[in-house]
T-cell receptor
Framework: AQSVTQLDSQVPVFEEAPVELRCNYS??????LFWYVQYPNQGLQLLLK??????LVESINGFEAEFNKSQTSFHLRKPSVHISDTAEYFCAVSLSGGYQKVTFGTGTKLQVIP | GAVVSQHPSRVICKSGTSVKIECRSLDFQATTMFWYRQFPKQSLMLMATSNEGSKATYEQGVEKDKFLINHASLTLSTLTVTSAHPEDSSFYIC????????????FGDGTRLSIL
């Protein structure tokens, strides 16, 4: 079975500073990887995903994540954060064979400080 | 595209009441829908997976008779919390997928259930 570890429960960062949210996964087979964002009292929104191909994937709002197979990581980065990026971020993994069941990490709360 | 509507957004009711939550995919056909429960400051816990027209598959520890799931069409799934008690109070989130490799899950905005 696959698993996801997000070591940082909270990450405070000043506005316009860079940020990295860490995600490591464990699986004996190939996987798909996702980052979701959750704003207060809302559902999750897909931020970006890695299925295959280029190991660097980007979102439309400036986030990017890099799939590193040797380190089994999929860290999320942004070079300059905004106040509006304050939210909870969840890393998730699913098996690449048939998809469907997704395992979520415990989440990282990104707090952008003005 | 890929909008999932969840209704109601908030429910407050007395202990013993049954509560139904609807999850609709508005602009795509969802072959599979998922129901999650999220406790405060925790991740999502998958409760069950439902495929249109068949019985839901429940995760270990989730009571089937307590959480009734129906997925009668490609755009609608419902979760009914039967005889709800205060310990059932939580944030319930549904998601829907069109199926196929790499298709992400699209989430509803969740339902805050409070049982008095």
């Amino acid at each position: 079975a696959q698993s996801v570890t997000q070591l940082d429960s909270q990450v405070p960062v000043f506005e316009e500073a860079p940020v990295e949210l860490r995600c490591n996964y464990s699986s004996s087979v190939s996987v798909y990887l996702f980052w979701y964002v959750q704003y207060p009292n809302q559902g999750l929104q897909l931020l970006l995903k890695y299925l295959s191909g280029s190991t660097l994937v980007e979102s439309i709002n400036g986030f990017e994540a890099e799939f590193n197979k040797s380190q089994t990581s999929f860290h999320l980065r942004k070079p300059s954060v905004h106040i509006s990026d304050t939210a909870e971020y969840f890393c998730a993994v699913s098996l690449s064979g048939g998809y469907q069941k997704v395992t979520f990490g415990t989440g990282t709360k990104l707090q952008v400080i003005p | 595209g890929a909008v999932v509507s969840q209704h109601p957004s908030r429910v407050i009711c007395k202990s013993g009441t049954s509560v139904k939550i609807e999850c609709r995919s508005l602009d795509f056909q969802a072959t599979t829908m998922f129901w999650y429960r999220q406790f405060p400051k925790q991740s999502l816990m998958l409760m069950a997976t439902s495929n249109e027209g068949s019985k839901a598959t429940y995760e270990q520890g989730v009571e089937k008779d307590k959480f009734l799931i129906n997925h009668a069409s490609l755009t609608l799934s419902t979760l009914t919390v039967t005889s709800a008690h205060p310990e059932d109070s939580s944030f319930y989130i549904c998601s829907a997928s069109a199926g196929g490799r790499g298709q992400p899950q699209h989430f509803g905005d969740g339902t805050r259930l409070s049982i008095l």
